[in-house]
């Protein structure tokens, strides 16, 4: 509870500051949005560890090879930075930038996950044949 707490805190101040410094000073006020943005995506790490180590027990105890866990977890890191970096791009009026930031994501997340693909399509054709 307290963590969303914070993260509310952090959005709200960084909001605030920047629109004052708009007004003021613009380029500042980036800065503030930026800066806000990676605090709160930081926070947000720091609470999913627990999530992590959830994760690592659950794929501990199925006695399967961790490979799957890795690509999982490259998988969620590549999908938050991706989406952090878009939503960069479209305060930054680049909308465009954006979608491509998101559409490079899919492509490495699709690279990524291709052994997994495989093993899925040679395990049915095992069973089928």
Request: with cysteine; net charge negative.
């Given at each position: ?36 943005g990676c605090a709160v995506l930081l926070a947000t790490l720091y609470k999913a560890d627990n999530i992590f180590s959830e994760l690592r027990d659950i794929f501990d105890s ?68």
């Amino acid at each position: 509870m307290t963590g969303i707490i914070s993260v509310i805190g952090i959005c709200v101040i960084s909001a605030s500051a920047t629109l004052f410094l708009k007004q003021y000073k613009p380029d500042m006020a980036f800065l503030a949005a930026v800066i806000g943005g990676c605090a709160v995506l930081l926070a947000t790490l720091y609470k999913a560890d627990n999530i992590f180590s959830e994760l690592r027990d659950i794929f501990d105890s199925l006695e399967t090879d961790n490979e799957i866990f890795a690509i999982m977890l490259k998988c969620l890191g590549i999908t938050v930075i991706t989406d952090f970096a878009a939503e960069l791009c479209k305060d930054f009026g680049q909308s465009s930038l954006g979608a491509r930031v998101i559409l490079a994501g899919k492509v490495v997340v699709v690279t990524l996950c291709l052994p997994l693909i495989k093993n899925v399509i040679n395990t049915a054709v095992e069973l089928i044949g």
